[in-house]
């Protein structure tokens, strides 16, 4: 029996049904595949296939288009502050399985150890602030075109990541 699942938007919890029984579980963080592999439909494969040619195609056409762009950019961000142009974060990918997303770093270079002394405007586990000082004068324009998320089509190449 396959599994199928839904993501009740109202409540943000997945719901999984498997084998005629209902099991809530909150959508956090990674997990291990303790369930055990998936059967799937062959058409369902084709279809994965396609998609993974597609994102690799994609993204290794984009990257050879934005290379030019990769190197002004990676230039000002040195230029603008101490520290290394990238910025990796782990992430939580496919199947629960953890990755290092890459993108262009727009903040100064110790951020993290400065956030505590800064006071977050949302309420939970998100750092939110209108003016975060700790970004720098680059990154702010990185930003407001979202130039700091190109780096993502490396994670996409490695299949890390989907082309939306």
Known sequence: MSVTGFHNGKTG??????????????????????????????????????????DFSGSLLLLALFS??????????????RGPAFFFQRRC??????????KFRTMVKDAESLKRHLRNEVDGPMFKMTTDPRVTRVGRV????????????????????SLV
């Open 68 to 81: 030019p762009v990769f190197l002004v950019v990676t230039v000002l961000v040195k230029l603008d502050s």
């Open 93 to 102: 990918g496919k199947h629960g399985k953890e990755f290092r997303m890459l």
């Open 142 to 161: 990185l930003r407001s075109f979202s130039v700091d998320e190109l780096p993502q089509l490396v994670n996409v190449l490695r299949g890390e990541m």
């Open 13 to 54: 919890k997945e719901f999984r049904l498997s084998q005629g029984s209902v099991t809530d579980r909150p959508p956090v963080g990674c997990r291990s595949s303790a369930a055990g592999p998936v059967r799937r439909e062959a058409a369902s494969v084709t279809a994965e296939f396609v998609r993974q040619v597609a």
